[in-house]
């Protein structure tokens, strides 16, 4: 069974920094591409960026450009988000979503980690 | 950027009925290489997103065949017959035809 479960939310003051996990399993992490995406409270879905299997290709939203990193350890079946400059508009539910590459669309998701940028 | 536009934004329909869902992109959604990457997803309340549809009329693993896809270029509608109770949620649409991905602002629907 897939599982995505992300981790590493919580409060932090505008500006600071923050670094989100996701824990992958049920599959092989290393062949699959995987995005961050959020929702912020009452919103819909914004993607936030994208790193292919080999972490060869990386996409990022201009929202996030600059002052977010998606990385991936797939000797540890986890994926990555680090936030730096935080703003309160970056206050979001984030979901980890594996990418199916070959039809390009989002096939499984995480139960969300919630990030609040508030002073 | 792709921008994807959803209509209705709500609706409200009967246990039983069928409602359709529009999605409009500001640009066609054909791949260079001839396939045209758009999805459907489903967010129940209080629950993650989940994948319907994608390529346009492809049913995920699972899917009931009440749900229905289809559409082609810039013009797609989601189909849903047969309504259930477990039906309601948001619907989004996305694409994955070109970076940065996008997604519809969303359906809701509502059972009479």
């Known amino acids: 069974e897939v599982q995505l479960v992300e981790s590493g939310g919580g409060l932090v003051q505008p500006g600071r920094s923050l670094k989100l996990s996701c824990l992958a399993s049920g599959f092989t992490f290393s062949n699959y591409g995987m995005n961050w995406i959020r929702q912020a409270p009452g919103k819909g879905l914004e993607w936030v960026a994208s790193i292919s299997s080999s972490s060869s290709y990386i996409y990022y939203a201009d929202t996030v450009k600059g002052r977010f990193t998606i990385s991936r350890d797939n000797a540890k079946n986890t994926l990555y988000l680090q936030m730096t400059s935080l703003r309160s508009e970056d206050t979001a539910l984030y979901y980890c979503?594996?990418?199916?590459?070959?039809?390009?669309?989002?096939?499984?998701w995480g139960p969300g980690t919630m990030v609040t940028v508030s002073s | 950027d792709v921008v994807m536009t959803q209509t209705p934004v709500s609706l409200s329909v009967s246990l039983g009925g069928q409602v359709s869902i529009s999605c409009r992109s500001s640009?066609?959604?054909?791949?260079?290489?001839?396939?045209?990457?758009l999805s459907w997803y489903l967010q129940k309340p209080g629950q993650s997103p989940q994948l319907l549809i994608y390529k346009v009329s492809n049913r995920f693993s699972g899917i009931s065949d009440r749900f229905s896809g289809s559409g082609s270029g810039t013009d797609f509608t989601l189909k849903i017959s047969r309504v259930e109770p477990d039906d309601l949620g948001v619907y989004y649409c996305?694409?994955?035809?070109?970076?940065?991905?996008?997604f519809g602002s969303g359906t809701k629907l509502e059972i009479k």
């Open positions: 996305g694409q994955g035809t070109q970076y940065p991905l996008t």
């Open positions: 979503a594996r990418w199916n590459y070959y039809s390009r669309y989002f096939d499984f």
């Open positions: 640009q066609s959604l054909v791949h260079n290489n001839g396939n045209t990457y």
